[in-house]
């Protein structure tokens, strides 16, 4: 059965304090690797997909990557913007490719204090 | 503005009421979702539709009936609930059911009482 795992479910940080977030996954052949933000009242907005060990990417302030056991989600220099819940899916590859194979994580409720 | 739309933003019905949940895509994709989200639990999945085809989830009730007229409308038609069936249910579209990320509509925040 594959399992996704974040942690902290919770982190405080001040402005400008760097930190990182954890999603560790057991899949049975990842396809992918996607995380998403979601601000209260709304639905996830898509950040990034991580296909393969070792591939990287960046948007602004986030930077995200991934190895064969975990993934992390870098927040360099937070902004108060920044607060937000943090979700973290996995695709398995034996899915027969659908995105209806998505397993997400609880999320990490990230608070950004000025 | 987001390119998935869901109405009503919130709804409160009583278990014998019959209601439905409307979302709207405008982005071209050919694969909706139906997803529920609770407090401190990951988002299930409901229901997948893809170029007219239902993939349905076994593990819904029944009281719960997903309907696609076409490739940018979903429903989710609502019957008989249960107060545990509170939650926000959320809309989704990707363009393929391969490797494609989903886009999300803001959701209904759905009450039972």
């Known amino acids: 059965e594959d399992q996704v795992t974040q942690s902290p479910e919770a982190l405080r940080l001040q402005e400008g304090e760097s930190s990182s977030l954890n999603c560790s996954y057991t899949?049975?052949?990842?396809?992918?690797l996607f995380w998403y933000r979601q601000d209260p009242g709304k639905g996830p907005e898509f950040l990034f997909t991580?296909?393969?060990a070792g591939e990287e990417k960046e948007k602004e302030r986030l930077k995200a990557t991934l190895t064969k056991k975990e993934s992390f989600l870098h927040i360099t220099a937070p902004k108060p913007e920044d607060s937000a819940t943090y979700l973290c899916a996995v695709q398995a590859g034996y899915s027969g490719g659908g995105a209806d194979g998505l397993t997400f994580g609880k999320g990490t409720h990230l608070i950004i204090q000025p | 503005e987001t390119g998935v739309t869901q109405t009503p933003r919130h709804l409160v019905m009583g278990m014998t009421n019959k209601k439905s949940l409307k979302c709207e895509q405008h982005l071209g994709h050919n694969a909706m979702y139906w997803y529920k989200q609770s407090a401190k639990k990951p988002l299930e999945l409901m229901f997948v539709y893809s170029l007219e085809e239902r993939v349905e989830n076994n593990s819904v009730p029944s009281r719960f009936s997903p309907e696609c007229p076409n490739s940018s409308h979903l429903f989710l038609h609502l019957h008989t609930l249960q107060p545990e069936d509170s939650a926000l249910y959320l809309c989704?579209?990707?363009?393929?059911?391969?490797?494609?990320?989903?886009?999300f509509g803001n959701g209904t925040r759905l009450t039972v009482t």
């Open positions: 899949v049975s052949g990842l396809r992918g």
């Open positions: 989704a579209s990707s363009q393929d059911r391969t490797n494609s990320p989903l886009h």
């Open positions: 991580l296909y393969s």
